[in-house]
């Protein structure tokens, strides 16, 4: 499983000297993204932007595009920082090593590829893509399934333990709260306000996928277990019913289970996604059509099953993975028996 990030990296106190020639090479770049004359860049530069970007691009500022073949990343016991990057610049042979900061440290196992100049303000940053190869575990001792519903993000079920984990409720206190201050600013005509805002929701609810996905993958990574998701792409196209609608038109599933797959490959995780029809409509128990009697709860008129709904629809993921992960064979199980302990799962709720 090839997994590659972009690591952001802020130039570091450069030298006088090392800033000028940046400095030079940037503003001669965009001299030539917007007229297309050279007053001195850098030949392999120049040709990877020809070669890259459309005419489009060429009416705003772009950040320069460094090749691989002619940047160098290195890791040194520098004092200043051990991360340094090569930008070569037009005029001075070999190009010059710019101490950065990257938001997270990496190892030596990263490799690197094609990096990006910006300029901020005064500063200068580095965005590097880097990539590794990583080994996914094939042998796994439990199962871990996710249910995305609309009032928590995300509940989860471990096939060892049934007892249900709610992660992520604040994301719709979030939302209603934007919904309210939305309809407040648009009475008043705030709507310069009401563009702010829309911003700071968006990083909010971000910021809380982050980390509903990273305490799943914890999760998962301590009981050594393979993920589950319920897929709900299958559902968009289908139109299935009110509530699979607004889930899907009111909540960052993409991103949520975007997350969730690149932090547990991240981990030698494995990530499954199965169609997630009925979920929730299904009784866990018996399997028959039941009903969400109100948010909260899920009954059955069959077996008379009574549970918390999200509860309800996770367990109808953990049972049909188990279908799914013995057809497919794809991994080496070793876990416990589906759904024997019924009992001693309900009695959680
Ligand atoms: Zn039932």
Redesign the pocket.
Known sequence: MLVSKTLKCKVFNPTKKKLELLSQEYTNFQIYVQTGRDFGIYSATKATFDFKYTKKARKKKQPIPLNRYFSRFKITNHKLTPYWFRVPVKGKRGGIWLPIIPHENIDSSWEIREAKVFKRKRNFWIYITIRKEIQLKTSYSSVLALDIGEKVIAAAVLSSVRKPIFLGREVRGIRRHHAWLRKRLQERELFKKLKEMRGKEKRRVELVLHEVSKCIVELAERNNSIIILGDLKGIRKGGRGKRFNRIVNSFPFNKLSFFIEYKAHLKGIAVIKIKEDYTSKT?S??G?E?KRVSQGLFK?P??K?QANADYNGAMNILKRSWEHVFQDGAAAFSPEPPMTERTRAEAHI
Do not use: D, L, N
Request: aromatic fraction near 12%.
């Open positions: 009784c128990r018996c028959e039941g059955c069959h077996c099953y």
